[in-house]
């Protein structure tokens, strides 16, 4: 079967920003021109396309990542005339949903950083832009917002040179900012275009570009020039003989492209996505300068084995190989899974190889999306985004290929769980629906764990924050029909060791007629924070049988996640089993299960056990008037004050601050600062918590008070 547009003619991009910057209002615009929709969805009304989930309607915001699709056929540029397609993910720019975030940069090309022009670089723009550092995606930029109170071109460029670290280059500038923005000023034709007000933007006019902006945009056009030499010869040989005027527009848009492919400029174009001005141009520029699947590297992966390094070319002629990003759940199909194919194709109805846990999968449907709407098609073929139905073992992060040809892609790593919330049913059926609940809920989202206490019936869920929590609860009620009561949110603390130590744990039993035993020695240490858990075992086959091994790894892994100090998960230790004993009448592997697990936590406390508690990054702007009750107030809470910078009149406090400090910040902050100060808040790192608190922390845990 023939492919409908060829690898060079599709894109894959993603759009992404800090929240309120306007990204879901540009994607809709984006959906509007391209003529997916025939009228625009707003966000404020709760119409939106790409923001389907009540609770995103509701809340005005995006809380998990949508794909659709769309056609465009540029009007400027090398691409001119000729049909593209383009995959769009928007993804949520609240920081509790920053895994969308992760898991579809992972499988994209190319994005669009949407930046609010009055704010510039935010918080959690700098941590998607990190996110996409991480991914090496070629990027583009846009201020929207130009007609916002405070819109500053200039402060958006500096913001992105100094919290980004990136190399932006103006390809446009607005024409007139805050309530005189008419247009923008394209510098590579030097013409302006000015949007019909009347038609609310949708028709515009190309006009020359005005006086009082000519010395500005010449001035700058050079300047594009001089950046483009770096990737163009003949432009090189221009700007060195000094005939700048012959460089043509094709030329910089060609050498814009190979700029942006090598991640080395990030191309700025401007406007105001909500009164339709600008998003023409910016579906230009993304056919344009961002890449398609035939201009990134292979995918690279290792055998099943582990011991091969792999690659896939992104053609159709190569084996399959796909990797699952996105579980959803979808009340006419049952469950779908996202996946993007790197290389090869794959007809419907076909059997898939998911190499991550050796199942064959079958992909009964394979459906394109366009937000919470399907389209059924008959094959899958490289380069593109789909999501499947039937598939019943596949999780986030699996790879699927073809069976003959077996490649696991790298794996996505996720951030863990920052914060709990303990949840009770209300009666005997809704108990009965919660396990299944909650299962479906930790297979979508990767940030979501749950365990439920036996003994007490309560089910303690863990997040990324308050927010998240807040949706899997309101989801409970409104998809599953769980009716639960809902206790305080509270800090995911941790364990962790401070030095070196070794043990030797034993498990004797006499039961019945015979006993039970298991005996085994370790060495624990301490590993860098956020590295887990490693297991190595060094004892001799004669000593310890090897098929008693994988129960000592157990026993470890059951202690530590029950803790030691204060019932914390312990993370962050390196344990290596040294010695040990059997009985070849008396040993099985539960005895060396439990002889583990005492063992650990004899070691552990020889080890210097200390509580761990997630630091924040914070975010504060303030009016000046202010500054001094908010900075006093975060000393309060225990938080270090990293940076204050200015915006305009406002300053901007950067801190890091326990979590335990922080919650309610939000009603506290409004009142010291009359309601004119905002903050914005996301996970840093683990950290020790002081003594004094540790102490504190315990007792209450064990209930001394």
Not at 12 to 39: P, Q
Not at 543 to 559: H, N, S, W, Y
């Amino acid at each position: 079967m023939a492919r409908e547009y060829p690898l060079e003619r599709t894109r894959n991009i993603g759009i992404m920003a800090h929240i309120d910057a306007g990204k879901t209002t540009t994607t809709e615009r984006v959906l509007f021109y391209t003529g997916v929709n025939y009228k625009i969805g707003e966000v404020d009304d709760g119409a939106a396309t790409m923001d389907w989930m009540q609770q995103e309607q509701e809340r005005g915001i995006t809380i998990t990542s949508a794909a659709t699709n769309c056609f465009w056929q540029p009007d400027s540029g090398p691409n001119a005339g000729v049909r593209h397609r383009i995959n769009i993910i928007d993804t949520p720019g609240h920081v509790d949903f920053t895994m969308e975030v992760e898991r579809s940069l992972r499988v994209l090309d190319g994005a669009v950083a949407v930046f609010d022009a009055a704010n510039g670089v935010e918080p959690q723009s700098e941590t998607v832009w990190h996110q996409a550092d991480k991914y090496h995606v070629p990027r583009i930029a846009f201020l929207n917002k130009m007609d916002k109170v405070g819109a500053d071109f200039e402060m958006c460029l500096r913001s992105m040179r100094e919290r980004l670290g990136a190399n932006p280059v103006p390809v446009q500038v607005p024409l007139g900012v805050e309530d005189q923005h008419r247009g923008i000023v394209d510098i590579i034709r030097m013409q302006a275009v000015v949007f019909d007000e009347a038609s609310k933007g949708q028709t515009y006019e190309w006009v020359p570009v005005p006086d009082e902006l000519r010395a500005m945009c010449e001035e700058l056009r050079d300047k594009l020039i001089e950046c483009c030499a770096d990737f163009d010869e003949s432009i090189m040989a221009k700007y060195l003989d000094g005939k700048l005027e012959e460089v043509t527009a094709d030329e910089l848009h060609l050498a814009l492209r190979k700029g942006t492919l090598q991640t080395r400029i990030v191309p700025v174009l401007c406007g105001s996505a909500f009164k339709n001005k600008g998003v023409q141009m910016l579906l230009d520029a993304v056919v344009n300068y961002l890449p398609s699947p035939a201009d990134i590297p292979p995918v690279e992966g290792m055998s099943p084995d582990g011991k091969k390094k792999l690659a896939r070319k992104a053609s159709d002629d190569e084996p399959f190989a796909a990797l699952a990003f996105k579980l959803a759940s979808d009340q006419h199909v049952g469950i779908l899974t996202y996946f993007r194919v790197y290389s090869g194709k794959l007809s419907a109805g076909k059997v898939a190889y998911n190499a991550t846990t050796g199942k064959r999968e079958r992909m009964v449907k394979i459906l394109r999306m366009h937000a919470n709407k399907r389209e059924e098609i008959k094959e899958a073929d490289a380069g593109n985004i789909y999501a499947a139905v039937g598939l019943r073992d596949t999780r986030t992060g699996d790879t699927l290929c073809d069976e003959k040809h077996p490649i696991v892609l790298e794996h996505m790593v996720f951030p863990v769980p920052v914060i709990q919330l303990a949840i009770e049913a209300k009666t005997k059926a809704d108990l009965d629906r919660l396990g299944a609940a909650m299962q479906r809920l930790e297979s979508e989202d990767p940030t979501f764990k749950w365990t439920m206490n036996e003994e007490t019936a309560q089910t303690m869920l863990s997040g990324m924050g308050e927010l998240h929590l807040e949706i899997i609860v309101d989801r409970l009620k409104r998809e599953f029909n769980v009716e639960v009561n809902v206790g305080r949110p509270q800090v995911s603390y941790r364990e962790t060791i401070t030095r070196k130590a070794s043990a030797e744990g034993k498990f004797i039993r006499q039961v019945g007629n015979h006993g039970v035993y298991g005996h085994v020695l370790i060495d624990i240490e301490p590993m860098e924070r956020g590295q887990g858990f490693a297991f190595t075992s060094l004892i001799p086959a004669e000593k310890v049988p090897k098929e008693f091994v994988p129960f000592i790894e157990k026993g470890l892994k059951d202690a530590m996640g029950r803790g030691v100090l204060a019932g914390f998960p312990v993370e962050d230790v390196k344990i290596t089993a040294t010695d040990g004993s059997y009985s070849e009448t008396d040993s099985n592997g539960p005895a060396f299960e439990m002889a583990a697990s005492n063992t650990l936590e004899e070691a552990s406390n020889k080890a210097g056990l200390v509580i761990m508690e997630p630091v924040m990054k914070v975010e504060v702007v303030t009016p000046d008037v202010y500054m001094g009750d908010v900075i006093g107030d975060l000393n309060g809470r225990r938080g270090s004050i990293t940076n204050i910078s200015q915006r305009k009149q406002l300053q901007v406090i950067a801190c890091e601050v326990p979590l335990a400090a922080m919650f309610k910040y939000t009603t506290d902050l409004r009142s010291k600062t009359q309601g004119r100060a905002t903050h914005t808040m996301h996970f840093s790192h683990y950290a020790p918590v002081p003594a004094p608190i540790q102490e504190e922390i315990i007792k209450r845990i064990r209930g001394d008070y």
